[in-house]
């Protein structure tokens, strides 16, 4: 989009910081009950699920995305969104690779939450310290 409006600007993306049981760090997670946040991690175990399969052969999207959704709605979360992208287009690729994304968004009680991540990063899902919390890469 930035390229597209011809905004002047530079977009740097950075990695996501993740608390050390893989929720993203979010404002909105001051939202979250006890048994929400609890809860709320159903989003990176849905991105490692999806990891997980791809390195198994998994390259259809349609069953990638239904894996996540399933994730999430094991966890009790409310599915918004579970689709799979090009990083560039954002749009649905006819096979995933590694660079594809899955976004994702679901509520947990009112607050919605989101992630994100490239399907084809450590599989398992493996995050780093940092000082804040944990980074994931891709």
């Not at 349609?62 to 799979?84: F, H, I, K, N, S």
């Amino acid at each position: 989009m930035n390229a597209d409006l011809n905004l002047g600007v530079e977009v740097i993306g950075r990695p996501i910081l993740r608390e050390s049981d893989g929720l993203a760090l979010s404002s909105r997670n001051a939202y979250l009950s006890p048994e929400e946040r609890a809860r709320a991690t159903a989003l990176w175990k849905a991105l490692k699920a999806v990891r997980n399969a791809f390195k198994g052969g998994e390259v259809q999207p349609a069953p990638l995305e239904d894996l996540a959704r399933q994730t999430l709605l094991a966890d009790g979360l409310r599915v918004d969104y579970a689709e799979v992208r090009d990083p560039v287009e954002l749009q649905r690729p006819e096979k995933v690779d590694a660079a594809s994304r899955l976004f994702l968004a679901a509520f947990a009680g009112k607050t919605r939450l989101i992630d994100n991540g490239a399907i084809g990063a450590a599989a398992a899902g493996s995050l780093t310290p940092t000082q804040f919390g944990s980074c994931e890469q891709g």
